[in-house]
């Protein structure tokens, strides 16, 4: 009997009448007696969905129902709306998903829960990374459970175009930019583009990287030193932006991150840039890396790594059930199974180190590898358009001031000087 057959048998039988009046009320008990945990979240492209479902399953295992809270928008830009609107009229969801600076913010407002019990009993001090504890802890305290580990400056292409064009990995940004031409070349779009601010801003901090390197790109978007932002290097790398450009297609804008990933996937465009979020989606359409699709850090950044982390956060409750339903969440979530079982959808590396690698993809093994490399040679640098670089205030200016920029002729010094401007005057 397919899978068809049998719900249509079962909706046909009389006998199975009273069936969905059993099935809710066995819902209602169930929340009755374990409680539901409500979560805001933005993981609604169909790897995202699957790998949330990682942790639903297993909370559902401890008898803890599930309330989804989707905002639909990359990057989180949409979801952090609605949490501050949820927060404001004093009705937080029982977690919420957030970035750096976010859960820093929240944080500062008093809103969180501390995770300091779930914490010490699972030594999380021992087995989580510098750059994420910076963001977990506020004052001393864990304030939120890491879920992973992404990273921004990945290319995904597509294999067989490769192979039909004859291109060759990549490993300088002239390489990079001479096998986008070939593409173009070939009738096919080179660059696999969305056009909505957060993309621009991923894409730019990719140049920005491979353009001035690890320093450049620290004193700028780390440490927004004006002189950095407004400087013969950043011009340059407007400069290289507007090369890049040119192998897009004209339908880019506001195009959705997995629908350009689905472009390089069907064989329309050779490549993207975009974090490691796009590889769940090869993943998701079951091809394998370095068979069906090729992954490499874009040219020119090999030696570095741009990272964000997924974070839970769990608001302050007086509710005794939540309390504990939100600890369990987070047991959950920095738990060495689940570190791997979810990256293993999500297309991320755990955040948790000294894991065995063994059962992720061979993109995954090599970006585990990195990032402990990168953390090592302090050039694990967080991404600014996710995050990790700088508050909100300053990621949004630059986001103003990069689409301006994609979605013009403004040349690449009027760029720098208004990014350095912008900067300034979210700072001040
Ligand atoms: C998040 C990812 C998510 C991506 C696209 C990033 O900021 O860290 O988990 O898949 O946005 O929405």
Redesign the pocket.
């Known amino acids: 009997m397919t899978r068809t057959t049998k719900a249509r048998t079962l909706l046909n039988c009389m006998s199975c009448a009273l069936l969905p009046l059993a099935l809710a009320i066995t819902g209602v008990a169930q929340a009755q007696d374990n409680g539901e945990v409500e979560v805001l979240n933005?993981?609604t492209?169909g790897s995202?969905a699957k790998a949330l479902g990682a942790l639903k399953d297993d909370l559902a295992e401890k008898g803890i129902g599930w309330k989804n809270m989707p905002v639909a928008?990359?990057?989180?830009t949409n979801a952090m709306a609605v949490l501050r609107s949820r927060i404001t009229s004093g009705n937080p969801p029982t977690a919420a998903?957030v970035?750096g600076y976010d859960a820093r913010d929240w944080a500062e407002r008093d809103a969180l829960a501390t995770l300091d019990d779930v914490a010490t009993s699972e030594q999380w001090n021992d087995v989580f990374p510098a750059a994420i504890q910076d963001f977990a802890k506020h004052d001393g305290h864990w304030i939120a459970a890491p879920?992973?580990i992404?990273s921004t400056n990945w290319v995904w292409a597509n294999k067989s175009m490769m192979d039909e064009l004859g291109i060759e990995q990549p490993t300088s940004w002239d390489e990079f930019i001479a096998s986008l031409k070939k593409a173009k070349e070939a009738g096919y779009t080179g660059l696999a583009y969305g056009g909505q601010p957060?993309q621009d801003t991923t894409v730019f901090e990719n140049v920005v990287l491979a353009t001035g390197g690890a320093d450049f790109y620290r004193q700028a978007l780390i440490d927004l030193d004006p002189q950095a932002l407004d400087s013969d290097t950043m011009v340059e790398t407007f400069d290289n932006l507007r090369e890049l450009l040119k192998y897009k297609d004209d339908n880019s804008p506001g195009r959705d991150?997995n629908l350009a990933t689905a472009m390089v996937i069907n064989g329309k465009a050779l490549y993207q840039i975009m974090?490691d979020?796009a590889k769940?989606e090869f993943l998701n359409a079951n091809l394998e890396p370095g068979k069906d699709f090729m992954c490499f850090r874009t040219p020119g950044t090999q030696d570095a790594v741009t990272f964000?982390?997924?974070l839970m956060i769990m608001f302050e409750t007086d509710d005794g059930q939540q309390q504990a339903m939100q600890k369990t969440m987070a047991q959950i979530i920095g738990s060495p199974d689940f570190q791997i079982a979810f990256s293993q959808i999500?297309g991320?590396v755990p955040a948790r180190t000294g894991l065995s690698a063994d059962k992720l993809d061979a993109c995954a093994q090599r970006g585990y590898e990195q990032v402990k490399a990168a953390a090592d040679n302090d050039t694990l640098m967080g991404s600014l358009?996710?995050?990790y670089a700088a508050p909100a205030s300053v990621k949004n200016a630059v986001f103003d001031i990069i689409s301006s920029f994609v979605n013009s002729d403004m040349p690449s010094d009027v760029a720098a000087e208004q990014l350095a401007a912008a900067v300034q005057s979210a700072t001040s």
């Open positions: 933005w993981w492209s995202e928008g990359g990057a989180g998903q970035l879920f992973e992404h957060w991150w974090g979020w769940g964000n982390s997924d999500k991320s358009a996710h995050g």
